[in-house]
């Protein structure tokens, strides 16, 4: 700080606490006055300040004592009431700093990171369970399950006619006889569908997450418990599908597809992708099976060449009296017709009162001959 | 011996503080009354809300109280005790909007107008002048204002000034030094008219 001999501008004497004593409460400590004396420009500065100091009052703080031990005390009670919530506080980071309560909640955090990881990394096993899941609900309506070990694709024909061809790996739960106003079937691995057309019930195949609603068509559903995505292939007719999440919230979030038309469900993100034109998807195409892409649609054709277009399609062994038939030949169209309906179509066409059993994977024809 | 009143008080506060800081309730109770009624003065000259201010004040003594172990050894208390309460108030503006309609940060105005020492004038002249000194004290910008009130009222000095209005120092030194010249050059041109009049008067 400035001596005060050298005290120029009036901020020199504001700032000065004995100054302002002086000048505010007349306790010259300092000499002030006789300081101000020696010098007439001295004068008047002070004299300025004097006025500054004058213009500038601030009320004094009249508190009563009261008040004052008032507001003390109740400083204190605040004071009280936090170093309570403080010690709790401190409890707690004591209880956490115990080694036990730390062990028992690093158990619990890497338990609950290890199911989360388990459920969004290694998942294929839950959703391996939501077939099983589905059966095991539902296995007092009588549900019969069709797996399929072997190498070769099997076919499964239900009560309404339907038939199913199931590849390898798959097994489809149904029950023996359709009731109720819907046909609801289960499905784990991959399967051609061919639906006997029923507008009044419904067909429904469940497979995964995913839930595909049809009339009457042909459709192909590859859904391995062990794959990412589930594939919906639609050979003829019309099919919806809805994911099994959507239904049970009803929404109204469904996919049309028409023939040709694929669809691919990403299970982790529960989300649908459409594939309008399956030439155009790789994946998709390559794995048309025969079934598929073989024609059904026969002009004037033998018989037996029939049959062993069925046969291939299906991986049926179709047996039949080939001397009887060897000069039938016919021309219709069975694309859109499950294999009950082929064969009984065929039958019919060869007329005499022909007929087949089916045992399995065993076709037998009984005729006598064309007409 | 200039500032004898001034330091005895700071090397008070200075001891008390540590005592305080010892867990000392007493030496917390004589801060306590020393400033209580400045920070209250202080921040109602922010707020109308007289008893949200009480309780801001009791809060700043509450949470030095409580954290007096993680305070530091060597601070100016009235500055530091300034600072906290002006601090608090605009935390208190930010969260509660019905308390002052503000916009930014820093925006609580200081509302606080300067009186003239009335008891301590005799001449008519000088009141004239002290009159009209105070009517353009009071219609500085509200900064500049508590500027002043700070360093000429509390004896902050310009540190401190900075620390409290959360500015740096070449900011606090140009709010002191604007307030200042703008006045005395207003002051100066209207003193000359004042005198003319006087004289034609006389």
Redesign the interface.
């Known amino acids: ?1 400035k001596e ?1 001999n050298q005290y120029r501008e ?2 020199d004497f ?5 100054f ?2 002086w ?2 409460s007349k306790k010259d ?2 000499g002030w006055e006789e300081w101000t004396l020696e010098h007439p420009k001295r004068a008047k500065l002070v004299e300025e300040a004097r ?9 004094d ?1 009249n ?1 009563s004592q009261e008040k ?1 031990n008032a ?2 005390q ?2 204190w009670m ?2 009280e009431k ?2 309570q919530e ?1 010690k709790m506080e401190l409890k707690l980071i004591q209880l956490w700093s115990t080694a036990w309560v730390r062990k028992i909640a690093a158990v619990l955090v890497f338990g609950l990171l290890s199911v989360y990881v388990y459920n969004n990394y290694f998942a294929s096993k839950t959703y391996y369970s939501s077939y099983d899941e589905i059966v095991n609900n539902l296995d007092e309506d009588g549900l019969l399950e069709q797996i399929n070990n072997s190498n070769k694709p099997q076919i499964v024909t239900l009560s309404d006619g339907s038939s199913v061809l199931l590849q390898p790996k798959s097994k489809l739960s149904y029950p023996k006889i359709f009731t109720g106003n819907e046909r609801n079937v289960y499905l784990s691995g991959e399967a051609f569908f061919e639906i006997s057309k029923n507008p009044k019930k419904p067909f429904f195949v469940h497979a995964n997450e995913i839930v595909t609603k049809v009339v009457g068509t042909s459709f192909r559903i590859k859904a391995y418990a062990n794959q990412s995505n589930v594939e919906v292939l639609v050979r003829t007719g019309k099919v919806k599908v809805k994911s099994e999440k959507a239904i049970r919230n009803s929404s109204q979030e469904e996919i049309v597809l028409l023939p040709n038309q694929a669809l691919r469900f990403t299970r982790k993100d529960q989300t649908f992708d459409k594939i309008t034109d399956i030439t155009m998807d790789k994946s998709i195409s390559s794995s048309v099976k025969s079934i598929e892409q073989l024609s059904f649609e026969f002009t004037d054709i033998p018989v037996s060449q029939i049959f062993k277009t069925i046969e291939q399609a299906y991986s049926v062994e179709i047996d039949f009296p080939q001397q009887e038939l060897e000069k039938c030949h016919l021309t219709t169209s069975l694309s859109d017709q499950p294999l009950p309906e082929k064969l009984k179509i065929i039958c019919k066409s060869i007329g005499n009162n022909s007929s087949y059993t089916m045992n399995g994977n065993q076709i037998t024809i009984l005729s006598k001959g064309c007409n | ?6 330091n005895n008080d700071v090397v008070d506060d200075c001891e008390l503080w540590a005592e305080m800081k010892a867990g000392d309730e007493k030496a917390f ?1 004589t801060l ?2 020393r400033y ?3 920070l ?2 202080y921040g109602n000259s922010f707020s109308p809300h007289s008893e949200k201010i ?1 309780d801001c ?3 700043v ?3 030095i ?2 954290y007096r172990n993680s305070l530091s050894d060597t601070v100016v208390v009235k500055a530091y005790l300034l600072s906290c309460v002006r601090k608090r108030i605009v935390r208190l503006q930010q969260r509660d909007k019905v308390f002052n309609k503000a916009k930014s940060v820093d925006a609580i105005a200081f509302l ?1 107008d ?4 009335h008891q ?2 005799s001449d008519e002249l ?1 009141a004239g ?3 009209h ?2 009517k353009l ?1 009071n219609v500085l910008p509200a900064r500049q204002k508590e500027a ?2 700070l ?3 509390h ?1 902050l000095n310009v540190d401190q000034i900075a620390g409290v209005l959360n500015v740096n120092y070449q900011s606090a030194n140009n709010l ?1 030094h604007r307030a ?1 010249v703008n006045i005395r050059k207003e002051w100066k041109g209207n003193m000359a008219l004042l005198l003319m009049l006087l004289a034609h008067w006389i």
């Open positions: 700080m005060r009036i901020e504001l700032a000065d606490e004995s302002r004593l000048m505010r400590l300092s006025l500054w100091l004058l213009a500038m009052k601030v009320p703080n508190m004052l507001a003390l109740s400083t605040k004071i936090t170093e403080s | 011996m200039k500032n004898q009143i001034l109770s306590f009354k209580y009624s400045y209250i003065q009480q004040v009791q809060d003594f509450t949470d109280w409580v606080f300067f009186s003239v020492e301590l004038i000088t002048k002290v009159a000194l105070n004290l002043l009130y360093r000429y009222h004896g002191l200042l």
